[in-house]
T-cell receptor
Framework: AQSVTQLDSQVPVFEEAPVELRCNYS??????LFWYVQYPNQGLQLLLK??????LVESINGFEAEFNKSQTSFHLRKPSVHISDTAEYFC???????????FGKGTLLTVNP | DAGITQSPRHKVTETGTPVTLRCHQT?????MYWYRQDPGHGLRLIHY???????DKGEVSDGYSVSRSKTEDFLLTLESATSSQTSVYFC???????????FGPGTRLLVL
């Protein structure tokens, strides 16, 4: 079985501040890890993913996440957020041949001016 | 983005009526999924499919059924809608377990 815990349901920050959204997972097999973003009234879209190789993965809009196997974590970070980053962020895991993607409950990031 | 569409995008129905939601993908993806999204619960898997005519239950399957007669289409049916099924429903598809899962735009369902 696999599971995902997003440790913060809401994270309010000011514009240009750094942010970290925390994600921990559990799985009995090797995992693939994903972060998805959902803007208001839209579907989910992929932000970044870890499949193998370098444990630090980056997105095109400045987010990065680091896979930490010993701590079973995949925290999402951005050094300086913008108002437009306001959205809900979901961490997800799938493992081995398991074709089901298990999602965390989401973290609402609100960026204030 | 993968071509995934959902229909209808919005629906209001009455308790006790059957409702069918349609998901259509143009990527020839093998796996397809139906989720519901509710405040405080995140995304919960209703049913999924791992091939034509191959489906299985997710974590919240009671009151729902699915069918997949073609690779591109995955139908979700609420057999007798209840107010607890008021939600936003998302369809998704992917090619394999390591691949990105693509989502449709969602269907807002209100059961009165």
């Amino acid at each position: 079985a696999q599971s995902v815990t997003q440790l913060d349901s809401q994270v309010p920050v000011f514009e240009e501040a750094p942010v970290e959204l925390r994600c921990n997972y559990s799985s009995s097999v090797s995992v693939y890890l994903f972060w998805y973003v959902q803007y208001p009234n839209q579907g989910l879209q992929l932000l970044l993913k870890y499949l193998s190789g370098s444990t630090l993965v980056e997105s095109i809009n400045g987010f990065e996440a680091e896979f930490n196997k010993s701590q079973t974590s995949f925290h999402l970070r951005k050094p300086s957020v913008h108002i437009s980053d306001t959205a809900e962020y979901f961490c997800a895991v799938s493992g081995g041949s398991n074709y089901k993607l298990t999602f965390g409950k989401g973290t609402l990031l609100t960026v204030n001016p | 983005d993968a071509g995934i569409t959902q229909s209808p995008r919005h629906k209001v129905t009455e308790t006790g009526t059957p409702v069918t939601l349609r998901c259509h993908q143009t990527e020839n993806h093998r796996y397809m999924y139906w989720y519901r999204q509710d405040p405080g619960h995140g995304l919960r898997l209703i049913h999924y499919s791992y091939g034509v005519k191959d489906t299985d239950k997710g974590e919240v399957s009671d009151g729902y059924s699915v069918s997949r007669s073609k690779t591109e289409d995955f139908l979700l049916t609420l057999e007798s809608a209840t107010s607890s099924q008021t939600s936003v429903y998302f369809c998704a598809s992917r090619q394999d377990p390591s691949a990105t899962q693509y989502f449709g735009p969602g269907t807002r369902l209100l059961v009165l």
